[in-house]
């Protein structure tokens, strides 16, 4: 009798069917597998450069680099009224500042709206296709 409970036993019928031979019909081909895998260890750590170029390097033939992004004034005012109105209902919160119920859910629906606003102006101006979010 057979421990495995798929596995075909000695006293088993013949309308079961072979688990093991399909089994093995299924893996035989994982030796072959591995052998057309590259050696264990190997990754871009182990590539080497080809003996030399065509061309020597020049670096007059790489691409400007991107010019620096710069905010306009209007969005470093909306950043800061959100980081002020942020301040004031975080010390009213804490009861350091008395601003009554209504007054507090102001300023704090304007905080958020203002961080909401300050994030949008922040965006970048312009949108490559090919961009991966990486900004020099």
Sequence with gaps: M?????RKSEKSGDDEPDYER???EITKHLAELDRALPPRGS?????????????????RQLP??????THSAFAR?????ALILMTVT?????????????LLGVCALAACVSAA???FLY?????DADDDGIML
């Design 64 to 69: 400007s680099p991107p010019r620096a992004q």
């Design 43 to 59: 990754g871009p750590r182990d590539w080497e450069a080809a003996e030399s170029p065509d061309e020597p390097f020049d670096p």
């Design 117 to 119: 606003g300050a994030i």
């Design 77 to 81: 005012a909306v950043l800061a009224l």
């Design 90 to 102: 975080l010390l009213a919160l804490f009861g350091l500042v008395p601003l009554s119920g209504w």
């Design 22 to 24: 399909e089994w093995d």
């Design 2 to 6: 057979s421990i495995h409970p798929r």
């Design 123 to 127: 965006l970048p101006q312009r949108r």
